[in-house]
């Protein structure tokens, strides 16, 4: 690939890995703000309300930057030779439902369980020998 090629490639990655990283916070926060306990001051608001703070607009605007930096790296290494679109529809999938299905019980680790799904999925994507994910059809 010339240098054009992978500089567009990485900006693209780049976009597709910050975007998913502001879905998954807003998903992140919209789960964990179901999942409060009675007891919790926040228990009963409405959920776009709730979003709004800026308390939870900072930290999502800080957990999507420190992400985005970090994964961007990891998905353009991990996603040479591979088709970028099918590749970052299978690894949202798969940590948007880490998320769902963490977050309501163990909180944090929610968040913290997005990483290494997203490391999964993105392996997966490299070495599986689906079609639709390689470049070389």
């Excluded at 019980?105 to 392996?123: R, S």
Aim: with cysteine; charged share 15%.
């Amino acid at each position: 690939m010339t240098n054009t090629k992978n500089f567009h490639r990485l900006l693209r990655i780049a976009a597709l890995s910050f975007s998913g990283a502001l879905a998954c916070a807003i998903l992140f926060f919209a789960v964990l703000h179901r999942s409060l306990p009675p007891s919790d001051e926040a228990y009963g608001q409405p959920l776009l309300r709730a979003l709004w703070d800026p308390f939870v607009i900072a930290s999502i605007v800080l957990y999507t930057g420190l992400s985005g930096v970090v994964t961007t790296p990891l998905a353009y290494f991990l996603l040479r030779d591979r088709r970028v679109l099918p590749c970052a529809a299978l690894a949202f999938l798969i940590v948007a439902l880490e998320v769902m299905m963490v977050t309501p019980k163990f909180g944090v680790a929610g968040w913290l369980g997005a990483y290494p799904a997203l490391a999964a999925a993105l392996i997966l994507c490299r070495f599986a020998r689906f079609r639709p994910f390689s470049d070389k059809i």
